[in-house]
């Protein structure tokens, strides 16, 4: 069975600071790993994914993440963040149809 | 495109009550799924659809059923709901498995009494 483990649960920063989620996964198949991000009041939207390739994957509005096989990573990273980037952020696994995602992390940027 | 749609937005129910939340999507998506999402608790998988006519359980199926006639439209029925079913409802659809990316809806707020 696959797990997503997210080690922040709440992650208050000020504008400017740098950004580092983490995710670490559990699962023997070929990985497919995604972040997703819900802004307030809106949709669950993809951020960036990994299946395969670069580890180091770069996503929307100047996000990325890498991946990291031997430690079952796939860290989610900003250098710079912005009050809009409020919102809570989820990683996932992806397994066929499949798909288990992390508990979240709420991120709260002041401005 | 519409992308995702659910209905309805909000819904209060008491318990013993049932009743069916819709999903729709217009892409032409093979693969739907629906979650639910509790506090602290991310989203969870009830059931999915890999295509019409087929269905199979996700984490959480218990309390809930679902029937898959069209491409399109994938409802998921609460049987006899339960103060433990009040949550938020997504329901998603993709292109196909692994590393398609899913389309979310924009949820449903259920609460039982």
């Known amino acids: 069975a696959q797990s997503v483990s997210q080690h922040n649960h709440h992650v208050i920063l000020s504008e400017a600071a740098s950004l580092e989620l983490g995710c670490n996964y559990s699962y023997g198949g070929t990985v497919n790993l995604f972040w997703y991000v819900q802004y307030p009041g809106q949709h669950l939207q993809l951020l960036l994914k990994?299946?395969?390739?670069?580890?180091l994957v770069k996503g929307i509005k100047g996000f990325e993440a890498e991946f990291i096989k031997s430690k079952f990573s796939f860290n989610l990273r900003k250098p710079s963040v912005q009050w809009s980037d409020t919102a809570e952020y989820f990683c996932?696994?992806?397994?066929?149809?499949?798909?288990?995602f992390g508990d979240g992390t709420t991120l709260t940027v002041k401005p | 495109n519409a992308g995702v749609t659910q209905t309805p937005k909000f819904q209060v129910l008491k318990t013993g009550q049932s009743m069916t939340l819709q999903c729709a999507q217009d892409?032409?998506?093979?693969?739907m799924s629906w979650y639910r999402q509790d506090p602290g608790m991310g989203l969870r998988l009830i059931h999915y659809?890999?295509?019409?006519?087929i269905t199979d359980q996700g984490e959480v199926p218990n309390g809930y059923n679902v029937s898959r006639s069209t491409t399109e439209d994938f409802p998921l029925r609460l049987l006899s709901a339960a103060p433990s079913q009040t949550s938020v409802y997504f329901c998603?659809?993709?292109w196909g498995q692994g590393y398609n990316e899913q389309f979310f809806g924009p949820g449903t707020r259920l609460t039982v009494l």
């Open positions: 659809s890999v295509g019409a006519g």
């Open positions: 990994y299946f395969s390739g670069d580890p």
């Open positions: 892409m032409n998506h093979e693969y």
């Open positions: 998603a659809s993709s």
């Open positions: 996932a696994v992806r397994d066929a149809g499949k798909s288990t």
